[in-house]
């Protein structure tokens, strides 16, 4: 079980939490060529080790937190809101 | 075949001797400086591509490439089930290729891989499912695919340990079942040692702790050769088939692939007498059900839901599945866990595999197995071989190819939108 330390709720149980998926995928202009829209859509880094990534604190506060969390230990780094990183 | 022809003449000779003079299934070669195409994951898949590179399309001097030791990732780590109930015309016509190779897999292979067709049976809980479950298995019957369907009670009849839940006991009662007579299970392990013995014998060299470390491309950006653990090596092929991991070793050639890695569990109880003789799954519960050779309850649920390689598993999913078979198998309440593991799964973004040519010429990629990778073994192999050989894919992979997610050519069998996680 991991804990997700919520900076509103504080150490949560992952079943609380629903996965957003990698953080670092940006969408694009409308306006943008069809191959960076396959690349927005479809294609990821899947780092092995430290990846950053989107959880929605369903069962909580309904934050969206941006969590870096290493794929290989799970181990959790930094959590932050995802609306103060301006994406 | 390496060691002899396994028979009953060769059973009995060894007996004779005191089994004492069994030879080795493979040889453990070195590394020759230079192969015609190189197989990058000893797992069944890349075993397979091998043996019917050699078998069918002529080519003898290959070797596979195995960091560790074969049939060590996912032909472990599964729960050894093979099918071809899918809806889509290319899946329904790739698996049920695979279908009919295992089907003659021991006598080709001369090594008992254990395939039991018992029946693959999926449980519908809501008029939703009934009606999704109905059309896919009417379309596998205009595939020219076994596909029959079961009332409540035939299935009661067929599995008489199920619990209904007519009484309530079950959130979900379950309506109808549908059944895959020709579908069941076989030894995962069987599947990459008899891969590797046919192989072997037909003069590919299985080199394994050999870990590719990077590919070297020339000033046309084809391949050349690739960098091991155990020295660089000319080539002018290698077909990568390492699922679970297709994004690091792909990344070495700076392609990027639309697949994100997650972890599918897996549990064995203790073993007990026999009680299940078919294979029982259930999209509605998501967990799917059967008795090993051995006696221990072999349970599969769904992903964990997010990236990870640890090939470890966390309990929440643990704990999902088995409520759920405690529902539906009363009677293996009382039973305890044995054994647990989690296999890495290459999850693509429509559920379905990319078998084909990638952007850099001789490089080629078998992956994008969600979790269904074992009951491909056999076509996965024999199409990505093809594929190989002849620089261009079979009618049976020509729709797998790396390039349909920028074609809007997706494969999406669930219908389940861009999401790993989702399929």
Wanted: charge should be negative.
């Amino acid at each position: 079980m991991m804990l997700i330390p919520c900076p509103h709720c504080g150490p949560r149980p992952e079943t609380e939490f629903v996965y957003g998926g990698d953080a670092n995928v940006k969408r694009p202009d409308p306006a943008a060529p069809d191959a960076e829209w396959t690349d927005y859509i479809y294609f990821r880094d899947n780092p092995k080790g430290a990846h950053r990534e989107l959880w929605l604190h369903a069962a909580g506060c309904h934050s969206w937190l941006t969590v870096e969390r290493d794929t290989v230990t799970h181990a959790i780094g930094s959590v932050s809101y995802t609306k103060d990183s301006g994406e | 075949m390496g060691g002899g022809r396994y028979s009953f003449l060769s059973l009995a000779k060894n007996a004779l001797s005191g089994h004492k003079n069994w030879q080795p299934a493979i040889r453990h070669p070195e590394p020759k400086a230079r192969y015609d195409a190189v197989i990058i994951g000893g797992g069944g898949h890349g075993l397979a591509t091998a043996y019917y590179l050699a078998k069918l399309h002529g080519m003898k001097n290959i070797a596979v490439l195995e960091r560790g030791w074969i049939g060590g990732g996912n032909t472990g780590r599964n729960t050894t089930i093979v099918r071809s109930n899918y809806l889509l015309e290319p899946n329904a016509h790739f698996y049920e290729h695979s279908l009919k190779l295992w089907e003659g897999l021991s006598a080709d292979l001369n090594f008992n891989v254990m395939f039991s067709q018992r029946s693959v049976i999926n449980t519908c809980h809501t008029p939703g499912e009934v009606e999704a479950t109905m059309r896919r298995y009417n379309a596998m019957r205009l595939n020219g695919i076994d596909a029959e369907f079961l009332s409540a009670d035939e299935l009661k009849r067929r599995v008489p340990d199920i619990n209904l839940g007519r009484d309530g006991s079950m959130r979900w009662p379950i309506m109808c079942a549908v059944s895959q007579p020709r579908g069941g299970v076989a030894r995962h392990d069987a599947v990459a040692w008899g891969y590797a013995r046919g192989a072997d014998s037909l003069g590919v060299d299985i080199l394994q702790n050999c870990e590719v470390t990077g590919f070297k491309r020339g000033s046309d950006g084809a391949l050349q050769g690739v960098e091991t653990s155990r020295g660089y090596i000319e080539t002018p092929k290698a077909g990568v088939a390492v699922a679970g991991h297709s994004g690091h070793v792909m990344a070495m050639a700076d392609i990027r692939l639309p697949i994100e890695s997650h972890l599918l569990q897996a549990f064995v109880s203790e073993p007990v007498k026999p009680f299940l003789d078919v294979v029982v799954s259930t999209g509605a519960l998501h967990f799917y059900i059967s008795q090993t050779d051995k006696g221990e309850v072999l349970l599969g649920g769904g992903l964990d839901g997010y990236n990870s390689y640890s090939q470890r598993g966390t309990i929440p999913n643990i704990e999902e599945v088995t409520e759920a078979a405690v529902e539906m198998f009363p009677n293996i309440s009382r039973l305890k866990w044995m054994r647990q593991w989690a296999g890495v799964m290459d999850m693509t973004m429509d559920g379905s595999p990319i078998i084909g040519k990638t952007p850099v010429q001789g490089l080629y990629l078998d992956g994008g197995w969600c979790y269904g990778g074992f009951k491909a073994t056999p076509g996965s192999g024999w199409c990505f071989a093809h594929t190989i050989a002849h620089d261009e894919p079979h009618e049976l992979n020509a729709a797998f190819t790396l390039d349909r997610f920028g074609r809007s050519a997706v494969i999406d069998e669930k219908g389940a939108g861009p999401y790993a996680k989702a399929h």
